[in-house]
C-alpha cells in the first residue's frame, strides 16, 4: 500500500479531505530525455500488466523486468523470480547489482501487486497507461509501479554507464504488499532473507508535499502503523421472528460497535511522531502550532490532543484507531438472528501490540456475549519501536532536496497505512520511505477511481531516486555534506 498520497494529505491541514479533480498538471516536460524514455517504456510496460490478487499475475511483471535485466547484462545468478509454489501468480523479483562489498547492501524496493479496478468503475481502462493534462493515469501509476519504474530503470541506466558502487545494491519489486504480504517481503524474509538482507532499506511511504503547485515538505516515512482485523462475533440460538427476545445478536453486536465508535485510544507518540509534530509546528497556523507543541511536551494533554484530533488525518498520527468496515448477519428475513459478525480494522501505533489491543477492545465493550478475535496479521508486533533515520540517508535527502525541490523541509513521519517496510523493520533492517514523487494532499487518488501521478513527479522522482542512491552507495557516502 503506497502511502504517498496519506502522507502528503497529514502535512497540509490547510488542504481539503478530498481534493478536487484537476483539469490540467503544470510542468510536464514537452521532450524527453533518453533516460525519460526508457523509464516512461518501463512504467507503461508495468501499468499495462494486471498485477490484482486473484485476477492478474505479479509473476508475469515480475518476468518481465527480469528480462529486462538480463537484456542489460545482469548475470543470471544475480536475476531470482520466486515465490511460494502453491502461489504461481505470485512471484517476486529480486536482482542484485555488484558493487565493491563495501559494507552491507542497500534494498531498494517496491511492490507490483495493486488493488483491484472494474473497468465499470473507470472511463478508461484501468490498466491501459493513459498520459493526459499532465498525468498519468492508470491503477498503480501512484501506488507503487512509479517508483518500481524508476528503481528498475535507474539499475539499468547505472549498468549502462558503468557505475560500480561501493556496496552492493538489492533490488526487491514484491507480490503482495496490498494483500498482507505472506507471499512477498514476508516469504521471501522467511525463506530467502540472504537474497534481501541489507543495512536499511528504501521504500515506498515517503514522498513530497505540493501547495499551490510548489513543492512545501518533503517527508521521510520512518515508522507505520500495524493494521490488524479484529472479528466481533455474537452467537444466539434465533428462533420465529414474531416472538422477539431482548438477546438479540444484532442488537448486541451494534451496541458493542457503538462503544467502539465513541472509544478513544490515548495519545502514543514515538520518536517519529514527535519530530513530525516538532517541525510541523514551525510551520503551521498559530493554534495548531502551539497545540502541536503542547502535545510534544505533554502527551496527556487533553485539550491539545482535542484540537489537533479535530482533523481525523492529524488525529490518526496521535494514537491507535479502530473502525469497523464490514457487518453480517442473520439467515432469513423471518427469523432472529443466531450470528452477527463484525469486522474492525484497526491501525495500532507501533509501540503497542494486538494483544494490548484486543484486550481494549473487550474491556471498551464490557460485553462477555461479544467475542474479539484477530483474523490475521495478528503477530505481536510488525516493526520493531521506530529508530532514527539513518544518518547518512537523511543528510543527502536533505541536501538534494535543497538542490532540487527549493530547500523545503525534510520531516520524518509515520504512515498510518502500511507498507512492506513494516515486515523488514520487524526483522531488523531499518526501512524509510522516501521518493521524490511530489503530489497535492489527496490528488493520486491511490486505491480508487481515476488513479493518477503528475508526470512532472514522475520524472523527478526518477532522477531523485537516480542521485539519491547514487550518493548514498557510492564512494561519497561517508564524507560530510555542506
Known amino acids: ?45 508495468l501499468v499495462q500488466i494486471n498485477t490484482v490478487d486473484g485476477v492478474g499475475s505479479v509473476t508475469e511483471a515480475a518476468n518481465a ?21 502453491d502461489v504461481p501468480a505470485k512471484h517476486n523479483l529480486v536482482v542484485r547489482y555488484r558493487g565493491k562489498g563495501q559494507g552491507k547492501p542497500i534494498l531498494l524496493l517496491a ?9 465499470s468503475d473507470w472511463p478508461r481502462d484501468p490498466f491501459e497507461f493513459t498520459e493526459l493534462d499532465g498525468y498519468f493515469l492508470g491503477r498503480g501509476v501512484a501506488d507503487d509501479k512509479s517508483m518500481a519504474a524508476m528503481l528498475v530503470a535507474n539499475l539499468l541506466r547505472y549498468k549502462a554507464e558503468g557505475w560500480v558502487p561501493e556496496r552492493d ?32 532499506a528504501i521504500n515506498e511511504g515517503g514522498g513530497g508535499t505540493l501547495k499551490d503547485d510548489k513543492p512545501f515538505f518533503h517527508s521521510v516515512q520512518a515508522a507505520e502503523k500495524v493494521p490488524v482485523n479484529f472479528t466481533l462475533t455474537v452467537l444466539n440460538t434465533g428462533g420465529h421472528s414474531s416472538v422477539p427476545r431482548k438477546d438479540n445478536a444484532i442488537y448486541q453486536l451494534a451496541n458493542a460497535i457503538g462503544r467502539i465508535e465513541r472509544h478513544t485510544f490515548p495519545v502514543a ?20 502550532a502551539e497545540a502541536m507543541r503542547a502535545i510534544v511536551a505533554n502527551p496527556a494533554d487533553t485539550t491539545a490532543a482535542r484540537l489537533i484530533s479535530m482533523d481525523p488525518r492529524y488525529a490518526s498520527m ?20 443466531q450470528t452477527a459478525t463484525a469486522n474492525v480494522n484497526c491501525r495500532i501505533v507501533p509501540t503497542s501490540t494486538a494483544a494490548e489491543v484486543q484486550t481494549a477492545l ?22 520493531a519501536v521506530p529508530t532514527a533515520i539513518h544518518p547518512t540517508l537523511m543528510a543527502h535527502t536533505q541536501a538534494l532536496t535543497k538542490e532540487m525541490f527549493n530547500d523545503v523541509p525534510v520531516i520524518p513521519t509515520m504512515s498510518t497505512g502500511a507498507t512492506d517496510g513494516r515486515f523488514l523493520r520487524g526483522a531488523g533492517i531499518p526501512t524509510f520511505g522516501v521518493s521524490g514523487i511530489f503530489s497535492s494532499p489527496g490528488e493520486t487518488n491511490a486505491h480508487g ?34
Not at 495493486?114 to 473497468?119: E, F, G, I, S, T
Not at 514527535?274 to 495548531?288: C, D, H, I, N, R
Not at 539519491?468 to 555542506?482: C, E, M, W, Y
Open 362 to 383: 473487550e474491556q471498551v465493550i464490557g460485553d462477555p456475549i461479544v467475542t474479539v478475535s484477530t483474523r490475521g496479521g495478528s503477530r505481536e508486533r510488525y516493526g
Open 65 to 85: 523486468m527480469a528480462e529486462r535485466f538480463r537484456a542489460a547484462g545482469f548475470p543470471a545468478a544475480d536475476i531470482h523470480v520466486l515465490g511460494p509454489a
Open 169 to 200: 545494491l538489492i533490488l526487491a519489486l514484491t507480490a503482495d504488499e496490498e494483500g498482507g504480504g505472506s507471499n512477498g517481503v514476508g516469504w521471501l524474509l522467511e525463506h530467502h532473507r540472504e537474497l534481501i538482507d541489507a543495512e536499511y
Open 111 to 119: 511492490h507490483l501487486d495493486v488493488v483491484a479496478a472494474l473497468r
Open 269 to 288: 507518540l514515538n520518536d517519529v511522531t514527535t519530530q513530525f509534530f516538532t517541525q510541523t509546528a514551525k510551520v503551521e497556523m498559530p493554534s495548531l
Open 1 to 45: 500500500m503506497s502511502l504517498r498520497s496519506l502522507v502528503a494529505a497529514l502535512l497540509v491541514i490547510s488542504a481539503p479531505l478530498v481534493a478536487q479533480p484537476r483539469m490540467s498538471a503544470p510542468g510536464a516536460p514537452t521532450t524527453l530525455t533518453p533516460q525519460q524514455q526508457a523509464a516512461r517504456a518501463i512504467y507503461q510496460q
Open 318 to 337: 496521535l494514537r491507535t484507531t479502530c473502525v469497523a468496515t464490514r457487518l453480517a448477519a442473520g439467515h432469513a428475513d423471518n427469523a432472529l438472528p
Open 449 to 482: 477511481r481515476d488513479e493518477k501521478l503528475r508526470v512532472k513527479s514522475f520524472y523527478d522522482g526518477l532522477d531523485f531516486l537516480y542521485q539519491l542512491v547514487r550518493r548514498v552507495a557510492g564512494p561519497d557516502a561517508t564524507k560530510p555534506i555542506s
